[in-house]
């Protein structure tokens, strides 16, 4: 099961779908494997006392995951995404911000399932899968304008 918590409301001002669009990219990403996963779209504030909290980084980022103790099974862990950050984000790379909260949906709940990027080999991969399942989704490449730079 996926639950979609709009806490600030200009997520949905910028895209009424916004919880749509989580809850499709979150349950893409769970693909076969069965779990649940909350995903919270708040504000900046609400993600750089997260991020400061919990990493020792005081300030927001675009998305945040908290995978959640084995115990707590099947809950796999919540996401938090940050409006304001995504929204730049998002215009700055030329996307549209269903496309990047589709993208960082995937990525954050990859994470939730034990992927990482420390290191090269681990990044490629993860990002191939984010690309095949953005792909299922209709949604472009989101690293090729990286690619290209």
Request: glycine letters at 8%; aromatic letters at 4%.
């Amino acid at each position: 099961m996926i639950e979609v918590e709009v806490e600030d409301p200009a997520w949905t001002a910028a895209l009424p779908d916004a919880a749509a669009v989580a809850e499709r990219a979150a349950t893409a990403a769970l693909g076969a494997v069965g779990g649940d996963v909350v995903v919270l779209l708040t504000g900046d504030a609400g993600v750089q006392d997260l991020n400061a909290r919990f990493r020792d980084k005081d300030r927001p980022t675009n998305v945040l995951s908290f995978p959640a103790a084995e115990s707590a099974a099947p809950h796999l862990g919540d996401l938090v995404l940050a409006f304001g950050v995504c929204a730049v984000e998002a215009q700055a790379q030329g996307k549209t911000l269903a496309d990047h909260l589709a993208h960082l949906t995937v990525h954050g709940v990859l994470h939730l399932l034990g992927r990482d990027h420390e290191d090269e080999a681990e990044a490629e991969e993860m990002e191939a899968e984010e690309r095949s399942i953005l792909a299922s989704l209709g949604v472009a490449d989101p690293y090729r304008a990286d690619a290209q730079a």
